[in-house]
């Protein structure tokens, strides 16, 4: 019987409930949400003890399925004020699983001088145990530490000095397969919410536990080998990702002209060949890294790598597009090398890269370090480490509240969270999804560079306003719904180009729990998703006017197609489902 463990940081009382009522049959990001719409306060602080911090694995997550290895953390977010969902890989998520555990909540808060604790969580039951030694280390040297203590195969959720001081841009980091804290929950700021409920990690053993249930077992198993066909038979699936991973995305967005270069001043950079995805890989294999590696178990796309250091030495691994564009071209940064560098010192901090490198944008906006500076970068993020300096502590805190500090008026944030790696005057869908998803500027929460630039599942100008609205209110639901299961958001390009893809999630679902499970529900579940989402923002007082990019976005062209943002507030809100 799937179980939901509930910890109270305060008192350290652990209870335990099966999914019934209001959560019965939900996983991953719909179990997330609709625990964050029932139980926590819309007009809460997000860093008091009314916020929530829930840990969810997807519905399919711990069965054979490819890529459902994947993790939904919810809660009010420190960064923007809204509602939460962040996605990670790593092995924590089929740990859960096949502990039946489908929902993990950390509640209440204690004294500000407490402890930080750790949680342990075997088939034997939960503890909370002091581990001074890993209070304030980084997410790397803390987990060396704990894979020591509690033995090499548990899975780790761990933050780091970002997150244990509250900073508003700190993530929440997993350990993948090699035991790298490399997988991160990035996005809203949670690291520092499970900072402030003085939890410092989560070590979780499922040694000798079962695989979950599975009602029908020989239906399940057609549906999964039909499954990871869809995924090795696509193109971007079987072939660009594993090839050249996410990063094979430098060279076809500068070339479409949406790569923002310079805090979103143009859409190409001038020297993207030498931090594209051809080059990374062309690095690795000179320093006999991994170009080619999944970030858990089960993973059939195999877009993480491992990159090695000049010196052939581990230095970072899920090392994304969004991160090489957020310390590359946004800074006109062009040195691989640094920019990994970044990538572990975020891994490390704790930090959200796509928030770090634009919140490094306003610093050098403001002139605190110069332009294409990668190692002052480097520098100043290294300041994050001691929480007593106060310019670490500006940086820590996302691009918002720098460029608030340093009086920079080129914020490019929606409801206070980042824009990611797409320039939405050129790539209007995802510009949609940006300004009208409950997360904050979440590329992720409806990805229109599939049909607007990669022509997947469909063919949308990227430079005017016909079909965007519509594709990405369309996405939105869709992965809602994907965030639910437990799948990789990347099996979207194959399932926007097969015929039976949705069939065989449903017959997957179906056959798991042993009910009648549509493709057509696929779709209502993601909108049930939406509407505790949107519901819980207007409630917290968010309303249209927030659902709109920053003013530069309308009055200046972005070379070299000469657009603007042209999208009114009233048109935006028909990409939103309804509540």
């Known amino acids: 019987m799937a179980r939901l463990l509930r910890i109270n940081t305060r008192t350290k009382k652990v209870t335990e409930d099966t999914l019934a009522g209001d959560y019965a049959g939900l996983g991953g990001r719909g179990l997330t949400s609709r625990i964050v719409r029932k139980e926590v306060p819309p007009t809460c602080h997000p860093l008091s003890a009314a916020n929530k911090l829930i840990v969810a694995p997807g519905l399919l997550t711990g069965t054979t399925a490819a890529n459902t290895g994947r993790l939904s953390v919810g809660g009010k977010s420190p960064l923007t004020g809204t509602i939460k969902e962040s996605n990670a890989g790593g092995t924590f998520s089929q740990k859960l699983a096949r502990l039946d555990i489908m929902g993990l909540v950390l509640e209440d808060k204690p004294d500000p001088d407490a402890a930080f604790q750790v949680i342990f969580i075997s088939k034997n039951g939960v503890q909370l145990t002091e581990v001074p030694e890993i209070s304030g280390l980084g997410t790397y040297d803390a987990s060396t530490k704990l894979f020591e203590k509690f033995g090499s195969k548990v899975g780790i959720m761990v933050i780091g000095p970002a997150g244990e001081n509250s900073r508003l841009a700190s993530s929440i980091q997993f350990t993948d397969p090699k035991g790298n804290p490399s997988r991160a929950a990035g996005r809203g700021g949670l690291g520092a919410l499970m900072g402030s409920k003085k939890i410092k990690a989560i070590v979780i053993d499922s040694q000798d536990a079962k695989a979950p249930e599975v009602a029908?077992?020989?239906?399940?198993?057609?549906?999964?080998?039909?499954?990871?066909?869809?995924?090795?038979?696509?193109?971007?699936?079987?072939?660009?990702?594993?090839?050249?991973g996410t990063s094979i995305l430098i060279n076809i967005i500068n070339e479409a002209g949406t790569l923002p270069t310079k805090n979103f001043r143009d859409g190409r950079f001038d020297k993207a060949a030498d931090i594209s995805g051809e080059k990374m890989v062309e690095l690795i294999n000179q320093r006999k890294g991994v170009a080619k590696e999944g970030c858990h178990a089960g993973c059939v796309i195999q877009c993480s790598q491992?990159?090695?250091?000049?010196?052939?030495?581990?230095?970072?691994?899920?090392?994304?597009?969004?991160?090489?564009?957020?310390?590359g071209s946004n800074l006109l940064i062009s040195n691989m090398d640094h920019i990994a560098h970044l990538d572990r010192l975020c891994d490390d901090l704790g930090l959200d890269t796509i928030e770090t490198?634009?919140?490094v944008a306003m610093a050098m906006e403001a002139g605190v370090i110069p332009w294409g500076d990668g190692l002052a970068a480097i520098d100043l993020l290294k300041r994050i480490y001691d929480p007593k300096d106060y310019?670490?502590?500006?940086?820590?805190?996302?691009?918002?509240?720098?460029?608030?500090?340093?009086?920079?008026?080129?914020?490019?944030?929606?409801?206070?969270q980042s824009l990611p790696a797409y320039d939405p005057r050129a790539a209007k869908g995802v510009g949609v999804t940006y300004a009208t998803t409950p997360m904050g500027a979440d590329h992720t929460a409806g990805y229109a560079i599939c049909q607007n630039i990669l022509k997947v599942g469909g063919d949308i100008d990227p430079l005017g306003k016909q079909g965007n609205v519509e594709v990405s209110k369309n996405l939105q639901i869709a992965t809602a719904a994907v965030d639910a299961t437990g799948f990789c958001l990347f099996v979207a390009f194959a399932v926007l180009d097969t015929d039976d893809a949705l069939d065989t999630i449903a017959k997957l679902i179906s056959s798991r729990f042993g009910i009648s499970f549509t493709a057509d529900d696929i779709g209502k579940t993601g909108i049930e998703i939406l509407k505790d989402e949107y519901s819980f923002n207007r409630d917290a007082g968010f309303t249209k006017a927030h659902d709109q990019l920053p003013d530069f976005f309308i009055q200046e062209e972005l070379p070299p197609h000469k657009v603007k943002w042209d999208f009114t507030v009233d048109e935006l809100q028909k990409a939103k489902v309804e509540i």
């Open 357 to 359: 490198g634009t919140t």
């Open 306 to 327: 491992k990159y090695c250091d000049e010196n052939g030495q581990y230095l970072t691994s899920g090392f994304e597009y969004e991160t090489v564009w957020a310390f």
């Open 216 to 244: 029908d077992k020989e239906a399940f198993k057609a549906a999964a080998k039909r499954w990871a066909e869809i995924l090795v038979s696509h193109p971007v699936t079987g072939q660009g990702l594993p090839s050249y």
């Open 391 to 416: 310019l670490g502590a500006i940086i820590g805190n996302g691009t918002a509240f720098t460029a608030e500090a340093f009086g920079v008026d080129r914020v490019p944030v929606v409801k206070k």
